[in-house]
């Protein structure tokens, strides 16, 4: 059975940093292409940054470029979200999720954690 399991959430005021960690169990990490999405209140799920097996060329929401920092270890079968310059509107539950295909426009997420909450005051 795969589990994703995220920690590092909480409360932070804005311009401040968190770091979101993801620990994942029941596969071959190494061969998982890693996600991590959000949702805010009364809106969708979106995406906010994904890495492949390797960790090279990650891609990023333009809402998020050059503040979060998505990255991997394979060894500790563990994907990160470093965030950064954190602002109110990036309140929202973080999810990470993983999926067989090693690429960011192919294949569908199958494994999801249970979220975390990210909440930045003003």
């Known amino acids: 059975q795969v589990q994703l399991v995220e920690s590092g959430g909480g409360l932070v005021q804005a311009g401040g940093s968190l770091r979101l960690s993801c620990a994942v169990s029941?596969?071959?990490?190494?061969?998982?292409?890693m996600g991590w999405f959000r949702q805010a209140p009364g809106k969708e799920r979106d995406f906010v940054a994904s890495?492949?097996?390797?960790?090279?060329?990650?891609r990023y929401a333009d809402s998020v470029k050059d503040r979060f920092t998505i990255s991997r270890d394979n060894a500790k079968s563990t994907v990160y979200l470093q965030m950064n310059s954190l602002k109110p509107e990036d309140t929202a539950v973080y999810y990470c999720?993983?999926?067989?295909?090693?690429?960011?426009?192919?294949?569908?997420?199958?494994?999801w954690g249970q979220g975390t909450q990210v909440t930045v005051s003003s």
């Open positions: 999720a993983g999926k067989d295909e090693n690429s960011h426009f192919r294949g569908t997420y199958n494994y």
């Open positions: 029941g596969r071959t990490f190494s061969r998982t292409f």
């Open positions: 890495i492949s097996w390797s960790g090279v060329s990650p």
